[in-house]
């Protein structure tokens, strides 16, 4: 098994090490990879997008000829998780903002987001979420978050704060407003290993 880490920006290390975490602590075996080149990703078995910035994430996606690779891996139906910038990355939509800036988006949800939702990074937080797939709360740190305001009906929405959708998962798609990889809790990771193995 090779589970690809986008590595153009952000949090790359952190899901690296969220990673083999819950590897290690389910038994199971697998090749973690950054992606900064195409050619990388028809390799993998699943994909994380990181968090970063997403305009330039977006921009660098196209020029090194990864998008169209994580497009293919999409219609194939493996695990693909989005986190923060990722969560914006997997939409079909964006907000005024995400027009504006030009801001290219992957489509693979039938998803429309708002790219700072939660404010900018002054406003970051932490709060408790229930989560359908955990059996007690999660404790997700939001740093500049987006959110999701609106989705289709093929779209599961498995967390939200007031009206705004901060997690949600369409059929091989994940997509988490929070950082996952920034805490010890392993369950987020663990659930989209389950998906692997």
Excluded: W
Excluded at 51 to 67: N, Y
Excluded at 105 to 126: C, H, I, P, W
Excluded at 154 to 172: G, P, S, W, Y
């Amino acid at each position: 098994m090779r589970i690809g880490v986008i590595a153009i920006q952000g949090d790359v290390s952190e899901h690296v090490e969220a990673l083999e975490r819950a590897l290690d602590e389910r038994g199971n075996e697998a090749e973690i990879v950054a992606i900064k080149h195409r050619g990388i990703v028809p390799e993998c078995d699943a994909l994380v997008l990181p968090g970063g910035e997403s305009t330039t994430l977006g921009k660098l996606l196209i020029r090194e000829g990864i998008s169209d690779e994580i497009q293919e891996m999409n219609d194939a139906g493996k695990p693909i998780m989005g986190t923060c910038a990722g969560l914006i990355l997997l939409a079909k939509e964006g907000d005024e903002q995400v027009e504006r800036t030009h801001q290219h988006l992957l489509g693979l949800m039938d998803t429309k987001v708002n790219r700072n939702a939660f404010g900018r990074q002054f406003d970051s937080f932490e709060t408790e979420l229930e989560l359908p797939f955990l059996d007690s709360p999660y404790n997700a740190v939001f740093i500049r978050a987006p959110g999701i305001v609106d989705c289709g009906d093929d779209v599961t929405v498995l967390a939200k704060i007031d009206d705004m959708i901060v997690a949600a998962e369409q059929e091989n798609v994940l997509a988490l407003a929070f950082h996952p990889e920034l805490t010890l809790d392993s369950r987020i990771h663990q659930y989209f290993l389950d998906k692997l193995f």
